[in-house]
Nanobody, 124 residues
Framework: QVQLVESGGGLVQAGGSLRLSCAAS????????MGWFRQAPGKEREFVAY????????YYADSVKGRFTISRDIAKNTGYLQMNSLKLEDTAVYYC?????????????????WGQGTQVTVSS
């Protein structure tokens, strides 16, 4: 079993920055990738970014490309999401998840373990 715990959410003004962390614990974290997703009230959960755990290859949703940066620290079993130039529409609960396998890294159904989520609120 893998446990994922997010932290770093909060309230920030538009244009500001936040860094989210996702700490993995439990059995040896052997996921192939870590993803970040978000869900705003009344909307479906949407893909934000992923990073492959061994190679560090990353991919971003168009809506966050150039503003968000995903990274990971293998030694600490921790992933990060640096969010800059935040917009009102970035307001959501952000989840990290561990990907074990499947055809698509942007499909949340292919992620086996999820954190509890952390709220990010961007104000004007």
């Amino acid at each position: 079993q893998v446990q994922l715990v997010e932290s770093g959410g909060g309230l920030v003004q538009a244009g500001g920055s936040l860094r989210l962390s996702c700490a993995a614990s439990g059995r040896t974290f052997s996921a192939r990738a870590m993803g970040w997703f978000r869900q705003a009230p009344g909307k479906e959960r949407e893909f934000v970014a992923y990073i492959t755990w061994s190679y560090g290859t990353s991919y971003y949703a168009d809506s966050v490309k150039g503003r968000f940066t995903i990274s990971r620290d293998i030694a600490k079993n921790t992933g990060y999401l640096q969010m800059n130039s935040l917009k009102l529409e970035d307001t959501a609960v952000y989840y990290c998840a561990a990907f074990a396998g499947g055809s698509s890294l942007i499909n949340p159904a292919n992620y086996d373990y999820w954190g509890q989520g952390t709220q990010v609120t961007v104000s004007s």
